[in-house]
């Protein structure tokens, strides 16, 4: 049985950046909310590394605390184990938490096994998938045929650690999302966001969302700014650094 997807979520965009979707990528309730009351963003995404490095020693009380702060936005958890079957599991539990939560299930195992079929029986029995750690166009292609056509999703390509690689993402990205236009309820997410200009990028290929830490957010706030002035308030900087710091030659 599909369960019900009409979920109220924001889906304007936040007022700093129009035409695309921004979500906060963290594992810290404070941060969280924060943002929120902002509104700068329209959702947020975790995942284990993050909430290992945030300190989060309860997976389920973390999420439910999460879930409960914002029960209106869409919130993406990822599940952990390493064994397909586990991970359904894991995932039908994690759905069932609120109606707002997406469930991150990364593209593969660690054996390299493919989790497109078990996000197939996800999708088609009402789970709101977040597909994680996509790399490739093969792979893109891949999930938008194993995704429900009825129900959300989110189609998560690491565009940063592409760039890593010294590929440019963007063709990837801008591809990505004309694939993606078969499932008209799945959108594009923008992961793993180096800086603010990526937001930029990602608007301009047409992704439906990407997510970025808190401090990458905040600098959303030097939009438009004038370049003289921050060339002026960088050299100040230094010069008061170096004032404070006592430095003598």
Request: with cysteine; aromatic share 6%.
């Amino acid at each position: 049985m599909l369960r019900d997807l009409a979920v109220p979520f924001a889906a304007s965009p936040a007022p700093m950046l129009q035409g695309i979707k921004l979500f906060g990528d963290g594992a810290s309730l404070a941060d969280f909310s924060r943002l929120r009351s902002e509104g700068r963003v329209v959702g947020f995404t975790t995942n284990p590394t993050l909430m290992f490095k945030a300190g989060v020693q309860d997976y389920a009380a973390f999420a439910r605390q999460l879930i409960n702060l914002i029960p209106d936005m869409p919130l993406s958890f990822e599940v952990f184990s390493d064994d397909l079957q586990e991970m359904d599991r894991q995932a039908r539990l994690i759905s069932s938490w609120g109606r707002n939560a997406y469930v991150k299930i990364p593209i593969t195992n660690t054996r390299g096994e493919s989790c497109l079929p078990l996000v197939g029986r996800l999708s088609a029995d009402g789970v709101k998938v977040n597909v994680t750690a996509i790399m490739t166009l093969e792979q893109t292609a891949a999930t938008v045929e194993a995704l429900n056509p009825a129900v959300p999703a989110i189609i998560s390509i690491f565009a940063g650690r592409i760039a890593d690689t010294g590929i440019d993402p963007v063709p990837v990205m801008r591809a990505a999302v004309a694939m993606a236009a078969r499932r008209p309820r799945a959108e594009v997410l923008w992961a793993s966001t180096r800086e603010v200009f990526n937001l930029y990028q990602a608007r301009d290929c047409s992704c439906h969302i990407i997510t970025a830490t808190p401090d990458i957010l905040r600098k959303l706030d030097m939009s438009g700014k004038d370049l003289d002035d921050l060339s002026l308030e960088t050299v100040a900087m230094f010069r008061d650094d170096a004032v404070t710091a006592g430095y003598r030659i």
